[in-house]
């Protein structure tokens, strides 16, 4: 059974931390949220990576801004998400995830976003030490942060149709940095791994998910 735990980053800030599976051998799998807090949804993924195998901590990435945010995903949630997001600058949600990654144990740590957990992911394996692999599902900042060169190996999976990530970002990321393994679903929308969202798409989910799942435990692997 998932719990939560409090950790504390460099500057003091103590925030909370969904954490699901054992540490022990296990390689360790930090889940960044979407902009709808780590609700109902980030905590099924949580459970679901833990099933699979890994020690799994979900940081609550918005309380420097208001703490137990668990949104939906109506359109005044997904303002309320954006409004979130935006008080809180990058370097320090940077400092929350330096933290979980300092956090004891006893394997490998790898990481997986979803939406602007997916381009945390890109800034982490980009700026953070101690990260051994990043997954980014529907990133939609990864193409404004191009400049930078990842430390680990990342793999990204987009939409298709996903309005919020045109196709020239996506061609972009994939000239930029052909070093990336880069999976496009060509009938699925920004969202499509949440079933609780009217864009999810079941193929592409599975598909991601099981691409993404091997991607993890290879790279991952003692």
């Known amino acids: 059974m998932g719990h939560w735990i409090t950790l504390e980053a460099a500057d003091g800030h103590g925030f909370d931390v969904w954490e699901e599976g054992q540490p022990g051998l296990r390689p360790t799998l930090v889940v960044l949220q979407e902009i709808f807090g780590v ?10 990576f833990a099933q699979a195998g890994f020690h799994v901590l979900a940081p609550a990435l918005f309380d420097r801004a208001e703490r137990g945010i668990s949104l939906g995903y109506t ?14 600058p990058l370097e320090q949600t940077l400092a929350d995830l330096r933290a979980v990654l300092a956090h004891p144990r006893s394997g490998r740590a790898g990481m997986i976003g979803y939406c602007w957990g997916g381009t945390l ?9 101690g990260l051994a692999a990043a997954c980014c ?3 939609a900042g990864i193409a404004s ?16 149709q996903d309005a919020s990530i045109p196709p020239a970002d996506i061609a972009a990321i994939r000239q930029r940095h052909s070093e990336v393994e880069m999976f496009v679903y060509d ?5 499509f791994g949440c079933a609780e969202r009217a864009a999810f798409n079941a193929p592409a989910y599975a598909l991601a998910r099981e691409r993404s799942l091997s991607f993890l435990e290879n ?3 003692p």
């Open 75 to 88: 359109a005044a949630d997904v303002e309320q998400g954006k409004a979130l997001r935006a008080r809180i």
């Open 145 to 160: 942060a191009l400049e930078q060169e990842p430390a680990c190996p990342v793999q990204m999976h987009f939409g298709g």
């Open 39 to 48: 609700n109902h949804h980030i905590r099924a993924v949580c459970e679901d």
């Open 187 to 191: 009938e699925a929308g920004h969202g």
């Open 121 to 129: 992911a890109w800034e982490s394996a980009c700026r953070l030490e």
């Open 137 to 139: 599902w529907y990133g």
């Open 219 to 221: 790279a991952l692997a």
